[in-house]
Each structure stands twice: as structure tokens, then as C-alpha cells.
């Protein structure tokens, strides 16, 4: 509870403005005590509203002066408490390394939409200026609170991208480099008409747009070859004809300038270098953007500004009471020396640019945890689950850092072995998959065994005739866990229905449909589910105060109620509706807590829950006597207890980089 309070006012802000709130309630009470009441006392000639009208007028010159911060400041109390509704736990890791004065360009990954600024807004003292998508910026509630947050908008490209005119195939790709071009031959094209030197094209199911050099004619012209062209040109079916998307040349002067004008004047700006949100388990290419802006900071005025990596790491992301653990990494900083480089332009200039933005990656990979898909992920928490004391509670700094352990340790034993991995490395794996399917099968969580075999083993044999079942469930006090489900079902179903069940089912079903339709335009989403839950918190702040509304109208003209009456009512409709969550999340860990022991009534779960002790144990065992095997192969990462994050994943690009040329070769 405290680290939450924390996101807003440090513990003795909050016990100062307690200690004036109820100090002036104490005031208002007593006019022996009261001030202003004391003054009009000495001079009787000074009438009250004499006083209230200079008091009025300073708080308006006040609130005019200060609009910009108190909108910001408002607005993030109002996210904060959005948060605390759609959370059920947000905690923060290293906030030291973030710099309490100057300029800072916070860089993030980009996995939950606008939940993503959200989350760093709240969890940062820094106020934060976004960058934001033009096509946001213009979309109703978005743009509004985009606005109050101090965001700049930003044309992208793929926002206006549209199809080629027929189709393309290229020349053999082998043996080029960076810098060098590419010909590419149309059919049906119309080159000299759709295109301009400057514009990018896009391959089908591609989301690298590649900048053309030169235009020869319809059917003709070149393209660049740079950072990742090639690999996209590689997983094209060349030298057959596919179709293209045209992205049109953005001209960004002005969003640079405003840039520059915050960072010169003390600001911070929020980037997600990305490009765009999507739910893949590792980062996608960055933008160069963020290191021309780095660089053009340094060049005009001298700031050599601190770009802090902020990792964003979901748990069921796209659920509704899901977890978040917010990680600020250690500063990158531009190595002064490379400014004479960038500025010389051409080459000079990509290639520091280009190498400042592998560093803000390798940054970035080091406060979250990357992995090359969603099973390997499975795999990881499964094994982090297991390898962990069992009844000791790891902090979240413990949680980030074992997951990024077992993530650059599989990475580099696949690159040891060249990506075939020993047959007992995979049998383990899919015993592990294994058993987080039947977990989930049977709709319980890996803790829950722990307690199960512990249950088992005070079980013996001399159960006096009743089943074990039966022993478990004696045994657990079951009786008591309902009682307390049903007490608190009842008081929180009427609030429930009436206030949350209408917008749940709504901003679910709405979620839904955004997703679709963000599926269908991406290039990059998965499954779409980034987009769930911004969609389902904007659908709810539009829908709440709706349905509210509502509700009054009816008080007001189907019962006889006073205005005071219909007063508390209206005020009510908030607590009764914040109540109700709390409640509902209590009476949904009964349910979790009694599952185990409601399915062992079930005779085919019964087996298979008695069965999960035992398998669970010997892949622990399984587990530990392989990370023994080969932990000492991965050096520091097995035996160092504090680690430098970026050192590691830097070393572990290098490795990968390392084999992908050996392959080329």
C-alpha cells in the first residue's frame, strides 16, 4: 500500500497534507480558533465578502498561472485512481536511477497501448511529456487527455500508408551491405506518379519500411539497403511478384522543435521508440528518432541529455485486476566524442546514430524480460516458479531479476548449441508445458500444489473409513472459506449489478471489437491483445458517469426522494461501485482457494490432482539438476549475485550477432 501511495506523494507529503486537512476542519469548526473570524472581529468595518471576493480572486490568478501543472496534476490523480481500479498491484523498481532534475527522454517498451503512458505517468515523480501518435491525438478522450498530459503529437508514416499500384520483385540480395541499393522491377506499377525519393515502401506481412533512392521510371527504381532490409527481403518469396505499401515521407521539423524547446527548458520527454504497441514477448525494431533528437540536443544547446530505459512487464496483461511491474534502468548517455561524426552527416552520421540506438535497445532489454516467444515465456515462469524456496515471497527487484536470468541463460545455451538444443533439454521443456497445461486445465495455480502434497502427506493411512477428499476438505475448514464467499456475494451483488456488470459487459464487448479491428490492421500484433484493455478503461470512463447519470434521472423522476436525498444517493454510486471490485477480488481468492479442494470431489480430477504433487517435485528435481549441469557454462549469470543488466544482454547480442555470421559464412 505504501509503494502505490508513493506514485503520487512521498509518505511525509501524505502526512503533512492529512495533518492540514484536519487542521482546517478544526478551524471551520471553531470560531474561536478561526482567523479570518478573529480579523473581522478586530476591524468590523472589512465586511466578509470582502475577504472571500480577494480570496477568489487569488485563487484565480492562481489557477491561471499554474493551469498547465494543476491539469497535469489533476489528471494524474484522476489516472491514478484508474489505475487502482484496473490493477490489482503495480509495483516499481529502481527509481533511483531516475534523475531528479534536468532534462531526461524516458524510453519504454510498448506492450498495453495507452495503459503504457498511464503506467509510467503514475509511477514517475517527473512530470512527462509524450510523444504522441497524430492518429491518437485526434481521437475523442484520448487526444483531450493527451493534451492535458502535455503530449506532442507525431505523424507516422504507417499511419497514412496505402497500396502500390501492381506489384514488385528484387534483384538478388546476396553479397550487399549497408549503404548500398537494391533494384526493384514493378508490373502494373506506377513508380513516377505514387512515389518519391525520400518515401518507403512495405512488404507484405513486413513492418521494416525501406527508403527508395532513386526513381527510374514506372517499373523501375532503387531502394536503400540499411539496419534489417535484408533479412526483411530474405522472408519474401523474390524473385516471384508480391504486392507493397507505399509510407509516404514525413516531414518532422516541427514535432523536433518542440522537442528540443522542453528539453532545453528542463523537461522530460516519453518515447516508445518502437514505433507502436503490439504483444510479441520481445522488443521490435527501434525508431532512429530517439537518438537524432538525443544528438540534436547535444548539437544545439550543449545537454548531453540522460535516456532512461523504463520496462514494462504485464502480468495477464489484458485482464481486468492484472499486475504491472514498472522497472527504470540505468541512464545511456551519448560518448561526447560522436558528435563531430554526426555532424558531418551521411554515413558518418547513421552510423553513430545508428549506434546509440543499439545501445538504448540494449538498455531496454535490460529492465525487461525478452524472449523469442510466448511459449518460451511459459516455459521461464514455469521454471522460475519451480526453482524458487518454496513459502518465500520474492519481491519484485527478486522476480525481474531471476526471469531475466533464466531468459539470457536460455538464449545463450541456444546459441551454444547452435539452436539444437540435447533431447533431454527438450523433454524437460515439455514436461514443464506440460504441466502448466494440466495446471491450468484444472484451474489452479503452481502454490496451490505445494499445499497439496503437503496435505497429502498428514493424510496416512488411518483416515477412520472417510476419504481423503473428505479429510482435505475437514481439514481446510471449507465450511468457513463458503460462508465467507457467500457474505461477502451478498453484499457486493446488488452494487455489482447494477453499477458494474452493465459497463463489464459493454467495455468487454467493445475491448473485443477493437482488437479485431487493431489485428487486422497491424503488421506486427499477434493476437491483438495490447489493445484490450486501454479500449475497455476508455469505454468505462465514457459509460460510469453515463450510466450514473442515468440512475439519477430515474431517482429524480420515479421517487419521491429530496435533494439531499438524491445528493448522497449520486455521491454513493462511486464507493458502492469501488466497494463492489474489492469485494468481488476477495470473493474470487475464496474461489481459487476452494477450487482445488471442490475438484478432488470430482473422481477423474481427483486423480490428476493427487498426481500433481509427485509430478511437480520431480521436475523440480528434474530442473535443479540441470541448471546445476550447465549453470556454471553461463558464468556470472549463475554465480554473480548482483548483475549489470546491460552488460548481459549487450554480451548476449554479441553472442547472437557472432553466430548469425558463422551462418552466413
Request: charged share 25%.
Amino acid at each position: 500500500m505504501g509503494e502505490k501511495r508513493e506514485t503520487m506523494l512521498s509518505e511525509l507529503d501524505y502526512t503533512k497534507a492529512q495533518l492540514v486537512f484536519f487542521y482546517i476542519i478544526v478551524l471551520l469548526s471553531l470560531d474561536v480558533l478561526n482567523p479570518v473570524k478573529i480579523f473581522l472581529h478586530v476591524f468590523p468595518a472589512i465586511s466578509p465578502w470582502h475577504v472571500a471576493s480577494l480570496a477568489i480572486g487569488c485563487m484565480v490568478y492562481t489557477f491561471i498561472m499554474n493551469l498547465r501543472p494543476l491539469i497535469y496534476f489533476s489528471t494524474k490523480i484522476f489516472f491514478h485512481s484508474i489505475l487502482s481500479i484496473f490493477f490489482n498491484d503495480v509495483q516499481v523498481v529502481g527509481r533511483e536511477n531516475i534523475p531528479k532534475y534536468g532534462p531526461v527522454i524516458f524510453t519504454a517498451n510498448h506492450a498495453n497501448q495507452f495503459m503504457d503512458g498511464l503506467m509510467i505517468m503514475c509511477t514517475c515523480q517527473r512530470t512527462i511529456s509524450y510523444l504522441v501518435a497524430e492518429k491518437s491525438w485526434y481521437r475523442p478522450i484520448i487526444g483531450h487527455l493527451a493534451w492535458a498530459m502535455g503530449g506532442v503529437p507525431v505523424k507516422r508514416a504507417q499511419d497514412s500508408a496505402k497500396k502500390g499500384a501492381g506489384c514488385i520483385t528484387v534483384a538478388a540480395a546476396a553479397g550487399l551491405a549497408d549503404d548500398d541499393v537494391i533494384r526493384v522491377v514493378g508490373k502494373g506499377t506506377k513508380f513516377s506518379t505514387e512515389l518519391r525519393v525520400g518515401d518507403k515502401i512495405r512488404f507484405p506481412k513486413s513492418a521494416l519500411g525501406i527508403k527508395v533512392t532513386s526513381i527510374e521510371n514506372d517499373e523501375a527504381m532503387c531502394l536503400k539497403v540499411e539496419d534489417g532490409v535484408l533479412d526483411a527481403i530474405s522472408t519474401q518469396p523474390f524473385p516471384d511478384y508480391v504486392t507493397f505499401d507505399i509510407l509516404p515521407r514525413v516531414d518532422q521539423k516541427d514535432v523536433f522543435k518542440n522537442v528540443l524547446e522542453k528539453l532545453a527548458s528542463g523537461g522530460t520527454i516519453g518515447i516508445f521508440p518502437e514505433g507502436g504497441s503490439h504483444d510479441r514477448t520481445d522488443l521490435l525494431p527501434l525508431k532512429v528518432g530517439v537518438a537524432l533528437i538525443a544528438y540534436s540536443e547535444l548539437e544545439k544547446d550543449g545537454i548531453n541529455v540522460p535516456i532512461v530505459p523504463v520496462g514494462l512487464n504485464y502480468f495477464r496483461a489484458h485482464r481486468f485486476r492484472g499486475k504491472a511491474t514498472v522497472e527504470f534502468g540505468s541512464p545511456t548517455y551519448i560518448e561526447p566524442g560522436t558528435l563531430k561524426d554526426y555532424q558531418k552527416g551521411g554515413a558518418d552520421k547513421r552510423r553513430v546514430c545508428n549506434s546509440l540506438l543499439a545501445r538504448i535497445e540494449n538498455s531496454m532489454r535490460s529492465v525487461i524480460v525478452s524472449v523469442p516467444d510466448y511459449e518460451t515465456m511459459q516455459v521461464i515462469h514455469a521454471a522460475r516458479r519451480l526453482y524458487r524456496e518454496d513459502g518465500i515471497t520474492q519481491t519484485a527487484e527478486q522476480r525481474q531479476d531471476m526471469g531475466r536470468r533464466f531468459a539470457e541463460g536460455y538464449k545463450r545455451l541456444l546459441l551454444s548449441v547452435n539452436g539444437e538444443p540435447p533431447q533431454e533439454w527438450l523433454d524437460l521443456q515439455s514436461r514443464l508445458l506440460a504441466y502448466q497445461k494440466e495446471l491450468t486445465a484444472l484451474g489452479i495455480r503452481d502454490y496451490q500444489v505445494v499445499g497439496l502434497d503437503y496435505e497429502e502427506a498428514e493424510l496416512g493411512d488411518g483416515n477412520g473409513g472417510q476419504s481423503k477428499g473428505e479429510t482435505v476438505l475437514h481439514r481446510m475448514n471449507i465450511v468457513g472459506h463458503i460462508t465467507h464467499l457467500l457474505f461477502i456475494g451478498t453484499l457486493a451483488a446488488l452494487p455489482a449489478i447494477l453499477l458494474n456488470l452493465p459497463v463489464g459487459l459493454a467495455s468487454r464487448i467493445y475491448s473485443n471489437r477493437r482488437r479485431k479491428a487493431a489485428l487486422a490492421a497491424s503488421k506486427v500484433k499477434v493476437k491483438g491483445y495490447d489493445v484490450m484493455l486501454s479500449e475497455r478503461v476508455l469505454c468505462s470512463i465514457v459509460l460510469v458517469p453515463t450510466l450514473w447519470v442515468t440512475y439519477a434521472a430515474l431517482l429524480f423522476f420515479f421517487t419521491n426522494l429530496d435533494g439531499p436525498a438524491l445528493a448522497v444517493c449520486i455521491t454513493c454510486f462511486p464507493l458502492f461501485s469501488y466497494w463492489s471490485i474489492m469485494a468481488a477480488e476477495s470473493g474470487m481468492v475464496d474461489v481459487k482457494d476452494l477450487r482445488p479442494y471442490v475438484m478432488k470431489l470430482i473422481p477423474s480430477a481427483r486423480r490428476r490432482l493427487t498426481a500433481l504433487p509427485a509430478t511437480r517435485k520431480a521436475l523440480r528435481k528434474d530442473l535443479r539438476k540441470m541448471i546445476r549441469l550447465i549453470g556454471p557454462s553461463l558464468g556470472e549469470l549463475y554465480y554473480e549475485k548482483q548483475l549489470d543488466w546491460q552488460k548481459i544482454t549487450l554480451e548476449t547480442r554479441k553472442m547472437s550477432i557472432t553466430e548469425e555470421s558463422k551462418k552466413d559464412e
